[in-house]
Structure formats: structure tokens, C-alpha cells
């Protein structure tokens, strides 16, 4: 593995020199280098500079320019001034070629990994325990998935949770209703399909729930049955795991089918901490950082007020002895700094609990359990449905996340028959699975994700537009391609730097050469649709290529080696980047 500096970083390095050279007073400032439509690049930094060194900047950026060397063995071509000051730089085309054809030749297409790993915590996902997912589950567990895969791919040590809501006084209702109604999970065999095991549980909740509202004499058994999982009942905790376990088998088909990487052992739900919750409140109280007010443990801030401007407190504790997610939740913040060691912890959970988690961190901070800067709340926006509200089905249930995905394998497989007629069913199902699921996912990683996003099918599966199709497809036209290619005996795909490029080879050239420098902005922000919005410009300056540039009708057999490098180079990248949003890319389609 070798690491490829992008151009841009060699010419803000040889600009940077250059302002050195020119100004030795302004040694070390940045030249602002960016993409422009008026050049390959623009640097802006000579008008900044140039006001806080009391110069014209016309004449900075003139003597900068001087001090740059073009031509020979170099990349920049030409740098010429324009406007009050600004610097439009093109780069040869010799030095586009041999950036691709050095990242070409490395299997992680010259992107570095990271020179400081740490250990990440990212928690994401949370469902609950005899629940459903529905629809609210999709973002948190598809932006989670997004994050481990590029983090794990920038070499750090990446430890998933699964913070599952599997403890409180719901399951006294539950467990008690399955100690009077035993065979209510029966099953036979082992591993069942998810739909079955939703199916026993949501059962199990309607029947216990049925009686608790009308038998008082059930809720007292109920609310005891609390009280024995509080105290650690062999009985009702072996109930409880049943329970627990049950729910595990329908939360694995749902991943199953979303194709993400949460497994068992990513699951340390609200349960892990119970017996931790007393110590816990009683180092809170002793500290002074809580305080009890009408016999609840609180922690209390300035900034946090009521609409009667009284101050909202986080109840670590309830009057009556109980412990809320609040408590969980600073146990596991303890446990992950302490314990695991982590260096930084995402939390993917919805805008709504942002004051939440904002009271959650400080208030560890004040315990002396979290230093600055570890922990982040990547809040998220909702999924709306077509007429602007949010997501619900026809009756205004909220949408289970499994009828989701199989409408969207459905719809998928409606494209892929239309476009593929020819393929098998068997092959047609997969294919449909692939870009079904895809589209779901690009659809929400695609949107910024504080913003909410307009849940439309129609739109998702289409092969035109910034959809995940449109992205396969274009991996997909590149294989055949390649294909048509061996068939005629062409498959080198060699990089001739001696060769002129075309208007659309360069676009597509300094494009790919862009991929590390988008991932460290992913992972500088956490933001996901950074890459995908990479990616769907990717896919379009290949389109804009594929209709000027023939490749196996090129004019020449190095013109042909040369454009052969190109989509090769372009297949992989989009592979590469696909992957890191956990989307496949299917070699027909």
C-alpha cells in the first residue's frame, strides 16, 4: 500500500512555497486552493493575505506567480492572474495520468490510513425490545453503518453498540403474562424467520397489554413482577432473556436484509448497567454534581429552562428509587471513556434528544468521567412522506421498517426486469434485492443528515438523477465494457502520461483523483452525503466521458490502454465508495 498525494495537496504545497518565497512575512498561510470551472484550480488566499499585509493583491498574486515553477518534471502547467487577485492554475495532463496510474496500482487506490487511529465508539440503531422497527429506525442504523464501515476503512479501531431499550416496567406486563400463558413463544426448531418472531411478540404485547388495562388485580401481579427483575429473580430474568433473545432473532433479519454490520455482540442494552445505576447516583449526590429535589436525584443547568423559566432538570434518579435512560446513559458513558478506553463516541439518535444528550454529556463532564471533546450527539432529521409529514402508512400506523425494505426490493425488481428482460428470475431477484435495498439507503445517506428527507420510491429506484441506481448502472455499463473488451482480446489498461487528454478525460481524471481527499472530509464531519454527493459527480463526468471518448474504438491502441485506465479506475472507486455506504454494486444490471 502506497499512499498518492492528490494534486491539489501538490500544488497548495507548491503555492504555498511560492507565497514563502515571495513573502517571507507570510510563510505558512493558505492559499485557499479549490476546484474551479475557470481552471482546474483557484486560489483565493492573496486577498486575505494581501489586506492583512497592507499590499494590492493584483501585485501579491503577481509575485507569487513568479515564484512558481512551471513546466519540467512538475505538476502545474500554467498559473496566470486573474480578477482583483485571484491565481487559476491548470496542472499538466502528464501529471493527471501518472496520479491515476499510481492509484491504479494500489489496492487502496493510494488512500492512506489515518496516522493517528484511536478507538471509536459509534452507537447507533436502538431498537426496542418487543417492538417493531419501523421507519424512524432506518437513519440511525443506516448513517451507523455508513460511519463504522469508512472509519473501520481509515484504520481505526471501531467498537459498535447497539444500545437496545431492553429494561424497564413494561416487562413486568410481559414477563407476567407469559408466567400465566406459557407457550406464548413456543416454537419449534431453532433460528426462526424474523416475521415470525415479530409476530409471537407483538402477540405476547397485545394479550399482556389487553389484560393489564382491564384486570387491576393483573397490574398489581405486573408491577411486582418489576420488583423480581429489579431484584434479580432467577426466574423472571430467565423470562426476560426469552424475551430479549426473541426479539435478537427479528432485529438480525431486519439487518439481514438492510445488509449492515450490527451482529449479537454489538447488542449492551439498558440492562448491561443496571447493577451499576446505585453506585452511580451515589457518586453523582456525594459530588455534588446531583442534587435531590422532591426526593428525585437531579443534575441541574443554568441554560436549561422551562416555558415558566423553572430549570429542567436531568433526573438521574426518580423519587421513587427507579432509574430512567438518563441513568443508563451515563453509565455507559462511564464505561466506554473508563473501561474500553474510547478516544471519541458518536451517538446517531434523532434531533428530538439533542437536549437530551446535551445534559448527558455535561453532566458526566461535571462527574469527571467524560473529558472535552470525546463524545457527539450526530443528531438527524425525520422521514417524511410525500405530503411533507411525517412517514405514516394509510391507516396513520407508523411504517414497519421490514414492509419498507420488501416495497422497495419490489419496485426494484419491477426496473431490473424492464431493463435486464433476459436475465433469470434467480438472477433478477438478487439483482433486485441489491438495488432495492441500495436505493433505500443511498436515498437517506444522500440527504445532509440534519435535514429530513421525503421518503418517495419512485424517485429512490430511478435510473435517472442522484439516486443509488443511476450510480450502479454506471458501475455496471463500465463491466460490460471491460467485458466487450476481453472478448476482442483488449483488456491492458496501461497509463500513457506521454498522451494528450481530452476535455472529458480530465474532468473524470482530477475527479478521481479526489476520492482520499472526500473521505477524510467524511470522516472529518461525520457526514455521509459528502461522499455520496462524490460519487453521483463521479458517475456523471464518467457519463460525459463515455459519450466523447470511445474507448475501444479509440484512435490508437495507447489511446485505448489509456481510456481502459480510466474506467477501470472508475469502476473501482465507485465499488470502493459504494461499499463504504454498504450498498453493492452488481456487475449487470
Known amino acids: 500500500m502506497s499512499s498518492v498525494p492528490a494534486l491539489a495537496t501538490v500544488v497548495d504545497q507548491r503555492l504555498a512555497e511560492a507565497l514563502g518565497a515571495a513573502r517571507p512575512e507570510a510563510a505558512g498561510a493558505d492559499p485557499l486552493l479549490r476546484r474551479s470551472d475557470r481552471a482546474d484550480f483557484q486560489a483565493n488566499g492573496m486577498l486575505a493575505l494581501a489586506k492583512r499585509l497592507k499590499s494590492n493583491p493584483r501585485e501579491l498574486a ?44 494500489d489496492d487502496r487506490l493510494g488512500v492512506p490510513f489515518t496516522t493517528d487511529p484511536g478507538t471509536m465508539i459509534i452507537e447507533y440503531s436502538q431498537p426496542n425490545v418487543a417492538k417493531e422497527m419501523h421507519v424512524g429506525h432506518l437513519r440511525s442504523t443506516v448513517i451507523g453503518d455508513a460511519l463504522v464501515r469508512l472509519m473501520e476503512h481509515r484504520g481505526e479501531k471501531v467498537i459498535r453498540r447497539n444500545h437496545i431499550g431492553d429494561w424497564g416496567t413494561q416487562f413486568g406486563m410481559l414477563i407476567q403474562h407469559l408466567i400465566e400463558n406459557p407457550g406464548e413463544l413456543d416454537h419449534q426448531g431453532g433460528t426462526q424467520a424474523g416475521e415470525a418472531a415479530i409476530s409471537r411478540l ?88 446531583a442534587v435531590r429535589s422532591d426526593g428525585a436525584l437531579c443534575v441541574f443547568f443554568d441554560d436549561v429552562k422551562g416555558p415558566d423559566d423553572r430549570p429542567v432538570p436531568l433526573i438521574v434518579q426518580k423519587a421513587d428509587g427507579g432509574f430512567g435512560y438518563a441513568a443508563t446513559d451515563l453509565a455507559a458513558v462511564r464505561d466506554r471513556v473508563g473501561v474500553l478506553g474510547a478516544d471519541t463516541m458518536l451517538y446517531i439518535v434523532d434531533a428530538r434528544q439533542s437536549l437530551h444528550f446535551k445534559m448527558v454529556f455535561e453532566t458526566a463532564r461535571r462527574a469527571g468521567w467524560l473529558p472535552d471533546g470525546v463524545a457527539h450527539h450526530l443528531p438527524f432529521g425525520s422521514v417524511l412522506g410525500k405530503d411533507g409529514k411525517p412517514f405514516k402508512t394509510r391507516a396513520g400506523e407508523t411504517v414497519r421498517l421490514m414492509d419498507l425494505l420488501d416495497e422497495a426490493v419490489e419496485r426494484a425488481g419491477s426496473v431490473v426486469r424492464e431493463k435486464a428482460p433476459e436475465l433469470p428470475e434467480a438472477e433478477i431477484a438478487e439483482r433486485a434485492t441489491q438495488v432495492g435495498i441500495g436505493a433505500v439507503k443511498y436515498a437517506d445517506l444522500s440527504t445532509s443528515r440534519s435535514r429530513d428527507y421525503i421518503f418517495d420510491l419512485d424517485r429512490m429506484v430511478s435510473l435517472n438523477g442522484d439516486t443509488s441506481v443511476y450510480l450502479q448502472y454506471a458501475y455496471a455499463r463500465i463491466q460490460s465494457i471491460l467485458r466487450r473488451g476481453r472478448e476482442q482480446g483488449i483488456t491492458r489498461a496501461v497509463a500513457h502520461p506521454e498522451l494528450p487528454l481530452a476535455p472529458a478525460e480530465r474532468a473524470l481524471g482530477l475527479h478521481l483523483d479526489e476520492f482520499g481527499q472526500t473521505l477524510d472530509e467524511v470522516a472529518r464531519h461525520y457526514e455521509p452525503h459528502r461522499l455520496t454527493g462524490y460519487l453521483y459527480a463521479l458517475a456523471s463526468h464518467y457519463a460525459t466521458f463515455y459519450e466523447n471518448c470511445p474507448v475501444l474504438k479509440a484512435e490508437s491502441p495507447a489511446m485505448v490502454e489509456n481510456r481502459l485506465l480510466l474506467c477501470e479506475l472508475t469502476a473501482r472507486t465507485l465499488r470502493q465508495g459504494m461499499s463504504l455506504l454498504g450498498i453493492e454494486t452488481p456487475e449487470r444490471l
Request: proline share 3%; glycine share 6%.
Open 62 to 105: 503577481t509575485e507569487v506567480v513568479a515564484a512558481i515553477t512551471t513546466g519540467g518534471d512538475g505538476p502545474i502547467k500554467d498559473v496566470e492572474v486573474s480578477g482583483p487577485g485571484f491565481l487559476n492554475i491548470t496542472v499538466t495532463d502528464e501529471a493527471i495520468t501518472a496520479n491515476l496510474a499510481a492509484r491504479a496500482a
Open 202 to 289: 407483538n402477540h405476547l404485547y397485545r394479550a399482556s397489554r389487553a389484560v393489564f388495562d382491564s384486570d387491576p388485580e393483573f397490574k398489581e401481579r405486573a408491577r411486582r413482577r418489576v420488583v423480581a427483575l429489579q431484584a434479580g429473580d432467577a426466574e423472571t430474568l430467565a423470562l426476560w432473556q426469552r424475551i430479549v433473545d426473541e426479539s435478537k432473532l427479528y432485529f438480525n433479519a431486519v439487518y439481514d436484509r438492510l445488509d449492515v454490520l450490527l451482529t449479537d455482540e454489538d447488542v449492551v442494552g439498558e440492562s448491561a448497567y443496571n447493577s451499576d445505576l446505585p453506585t452511580l447516583a451515589r457518586e453523582l449526590e456525594e459530588s455534588g454534581v
